[in-house]
């Protein structure tokens, strides 16, 4: 099933049900000053308040267009009023359009769907690096030194979080909500399982010192 991902700045918004549609899946999550908290999958979409708690929407927008894993995402400015010095300003920070709040769940999706041509745009060939590390990203492949580190999809995508997000520590139910499990109190005790053959493959490879226990706390990429 492909996967597209709805960012919003509104933690209410972000807790919408998913939708199906055809062959697709259009999933909701919250989008936060410091970025998207779930794992960016299949094209992103993103729906930005003018007025944030911590930060300008405009601050948001230029911010996401500077962000690997959001610069080719729609980005829809969400103005408190039809203002056209504030549809202009929202325009020439980076936004693709505007919408006036407030939009409900339908009104998300019905902007999504409008234009959503049913192909990934976003993940393409995208890699990332972290020194010997490579993560193709369409590929869902890890390489260290070249070498293939074997990991199944869930591991895959952990590891893709946690280098995406380097030098910050992630308890389980970051894990959990990254990967979009949330809702199950079951996937807290399958986290375990996923670093455990996260910490496998890369030991495989010689690369285990890439991920470190915080106790009490989580797991953390350590930058090479």
Known sequence: MNRVSIFTTDPSAALFEPFEHDDTRFAFAELTSRGPVRLVEGDAWAFVDWVMDDLAGLEMVRRLRADERMRDAHITMVLEEDDPEDRRRALKAGADDYAVAPLDRQAMLDRVLALHSGTSRTVSDRQIEHGDLTILVSAEQARWNGTRIPLR????????????????????????????????????????????????????????????????????????
């Open 153 to 224: 999809p869930n591991e895959f995508r952990v590891l893709r979080f946690l280098a995406e997000n380097p030098d910050t520590i992630m308890s389980r139910q970051d894990l959990i909500d990254a990967l979009g499990k949330d809702g199950d109190p079951d996937y807290l005790r399958t986290v375990d399982v996923w670093i455990k053959r996260l910490r496998f493959g890369l030991r495989e490879v010689g690369a285990a010192h890439l991920l470190r226990t915080v106790h009490g706390k989580g797991y953390i990429f350590d930058r090479p």
